[in-house]
DNA sequence: GAGGCACAATGATGAGGATCAAGTTAAAAT
DNA sequence: ATTTTAACTTGATCCTCATCATTGTGCCTC
């Protein structure tokens, strides 16, 4: 399956990536370091499974994970993409309930699991973390309901833009500048977009048409990303 | 514009709705209480507005208010509607940005204000409080990703059907047990479940035929339940 | 009661985008 | 290298739904 083991440099691996979990008070920090286990997942590993019940929450460490909600039909709407740094799964702890997506690795990734009766015992008496972690989920809250506007009011064409504009956003570009740090197959772009993958594969090749990014493979080239706000149409 | 006055009887405001604020310590409850203003809006005005500065959070304490999301076009988007007991204006206060939905009373309602610097001060040191605070806001948040994923893979004729559940499960109905507690008019259910204002009369009237509903004005009478449910498709 | 106004309803039309089908490339497995 | 499989691409078709246009209905004002 995945190697678990005991990661001795949370506090390194936390200042590293300005993780939430570094605003727990210290003794608390500490306390989520002993218990914790990280493990690795290879790419397409499932880290948790819509409709189980969870255990803990899991921060990642290194790599890169897709939230995704199965649909009625069995399409995949994914509604998250996680960089490390970032903890995943409290929704469901949060709210008692079961997962209501599923965490798959788009990379091989080590993600951190920190039992639930820890964690949950700790936020309710860590003032400073719980604020902390108040804030980011209203700000995931905030980005939710401007995709349901964009959802139901813009066009595909705009959302593709938004989208690749989003990737840029989430996991930056390599070396060069240009190129989406990721590597995303043209469905998980349609599911991220919320749409066909047909459509999403047209309009793609439609962008390179028109000079706006370069394909290559799986790999995607932001050239003028001006213009690709542009064609997001993005006013706020 | 509207009537503003100090509120009394917060305790039992609270007490009644089963409000969120009602977690908080004893001691913080009664500041806020001592702190905050309740308002009386009419019909259709303004509790805030998008784009604006938040000054604080609003409880609303009698009536209905709509959370609406201003799309570029101009075209609003519903993405909540908030009853008794629920806070509202939050998330742009947490994350000290502007608001991103507009506040409109669909009622004559009373909403209390809680300045700012008070709740977020108190929401600092008070662990239960911003404990339940996440709850409700990932809860909220959980509802949003479902939202997403069937604005991107339902059919309308299966939103209308899932919306008019919902404002049945947030509003409820008047003592006859059928007649939606609340008057929105097509537009506003059109803009809730995101499709165009003639498309949701065309369903509406669709679903009136089949015997799902009654139409009488704005009323809306639930008639047959079960295959509502059966219409909005619902798995999970 | 006549006029005006907002909202509701219904029809006609067209475009956007989903779906189906077929062919192509790329990657993985043997 | 060859087969197998999966992912990508493109074309053709169909259908949902948005848009435009028109008429109908209730409601308030004068």
Same mark, same amino acid.
């Given at each position: 399956? *995945? ?5 001795? +440099?949370?506090?390194? *691996? $936390? ?13 608390? &920090? ?7 286990? *990280?493990?690795?997942? %290879? ?5 948790? $499974? =819509? ?10 460490? @290194? ?13 995949? $709407? ?8 970032? !903890? ?25 699991? !920190? ?16 604020? =902390? ?5 209203? +700000? ?7 995709? !349901?506007?964009?959802?139901?009011? %813009? ?9 690749? &504009?989003?990737? %840029? ?9 240009? @190129? ?6 043209? =469905? ?10 047909? +459509?999403?594969?047209?309009? &793609? +090749? ?9 394909? $290559?493979? %799986?790999?995607?080239? &932001? ?7 542009? @064609? ?5």
């Amino acid at each position: 399956m *995945c190697t678990a083991f005991h990661n001795a +440099s949370c506090l390194n *691996c $936390q200042a590293r990536f300005g993780s939430i979990l570094f605003k727990a008070e210290k003794c608390n &920090l500490e306390e989520i370091e002993a218990a914790k286990v *990280c493990s690795v997942y %290879k790419k397409g590993q499932v880290v948790f $499974q =819509e409709g189980a019940y969870p255990f803990g929450i899991y921060c990642v460490n @290194t790599g890169k994970i897709k939230l995704s909600h199965c649909g009625d039909d069995g399409r995949e $709407q994914i509604v998250r993409l996680a960089k490390p740094g970032d !903890i995943i799964g409290y929704k469901a702890l949060l709210s008692a309930e079961r997962y209501t997506a599923s965490a798959i690795a788009l990379d091989d990734a080590s993600v951190c699991f !920190i039992p639930k009766d820890l964690f949950m015992s700790i936020l309710q008496k860590d003032a400073s973390l719980s604020f =902390e972690m108040m804030r980011i989920i209203a +700000s995931e809250l905030r980005k939710a309901e401007v995709k !349901i506007t964009h959802l139901s009011q %813009k066009p595909v064409r705009e959302r593709l833009a938004e989208t690749l &504009l989003f990737i %840029k956003e989430t996991y930056g570009v390599e070396t060069d500048g240009f @190129t989406l740090n990721v590597r995303l197959s043209r =469905e998980e772009i349609a599911n991220l977009v919320g749409t066909a993958t047909e +459509s999403a594969i047209r309009l &793609l +090749s439609e962008f390179k048409k028109d000079g706006l990014i370069e394909l $290559q493979g %799986k790999k995607i080239r &932001l050239l003028n990303t001006e213009e690709i706000t542009r @064609t997001a149409n993005l006013q706020d």
